[in-house]
């Protein structure tokens, strides 16, 4: 089974929709990521946790919102979702105190029309 | 702000052509430099953590070097099962990790 899951893995929806993704991770680690992966661009921070009451921004926060609902589990919100949120996005989580080798999920390619 | 940049974009090889991908950075207080390898459709998967200038670690036909100013990743006689895009990332002294657009390398056999 793998370490980090992410649902769903392929979404389109239209622009104004409030849209959800999901991740859920069994390695038992603390922190947990959001990024967002655009062709040439690289990965982009968009939100992480360092455990459940500690949520903080990234470097591409707006238009987006989290909810850790346990030590497993790491969600990401569209509140309103527009065209220019087309990308990949993935849920990473590093293993706590190391280096940062963050396991990455599969990612969600997501389409707002 | 931290910059990380890759080149070439893309990089084709025959097999058994070796060559070099090339991670040029700028950052606060390094803390690590990472390389990873992203298979379309898929999440990078972490290859490996460089610290300080003279550093190398290799494995199978994938070897990184690090200076102070960039990184290599060698490939030495290349497979097509290598195909990939490479991605390098730099974590600053603030914890945070800052990612290069990545190298697609397309090996023919």
């Known amino acids: 089974d793998a370490d980090v899951t992410q649902t769903p893995r392929n979404r389109i929806t239209k622009t104004g929709k409030r849209i959800m993704l999901e991740c859920s991770q069994t390695?038992?680690?603390?922190?947990m990521y959001w990024y967002r992966q655009d062709p040439g661009l690289g990965l982009r921070l968009i939100y992480y946790s360092f455990d459940v009451k500690d949520i903080n921004k990234g470097e591409i926060s707006d238009g987006y919102s989290v909810s850790r609902q346990a030590q497993a589990k790491f969600s990401l919100s569209l509140e309103s979702a527009i065209p220019n949120q087309t990308a990949l996005y993935f849920c990473a989580t590093p293993p706590a105190g190391g280096p940062y080798e963050q396991y990455f999920g599969p990612g969600t390619r997501l389409t707002v029309t | 702000e931290d910059q990380v940049t890759q080149s070439p974009e893309a990089l084709r090889l025959q097999e058994g052509e070796s060559s070099s991908l090339n991670c040029s950075y700028t950052v606060s207080g390094l803390r690590g430099l990472f390389w990873y390898r992203q298979d379309p459709g898929k999440g990078p998967e972490f290859l490996f953590t460089?610290?300080?200038a003279g550093e190398e670690k290799e494995k199978e036909r994938l070897k990184a070097t690090l200076t102070k100013k960039e990184s290599f990743l060698h490939i030495t006689a290349p497979k097509p099962e290598d195909s990939a895009t490479y991605l390098c990332?730099?974590?600053?002294?603030?914890?945070?990790?800052?990612f290069g657009g990545g190298t697609r390398l397309m090996v023919k056999p």
């Open positions: 460089l610290y300080s």
């Open positions: 990332a730099v974590r600053n002294a603030g914890n945070m990790l800052t």
């Open positions: 390695k038992g680690h603390d922190r």
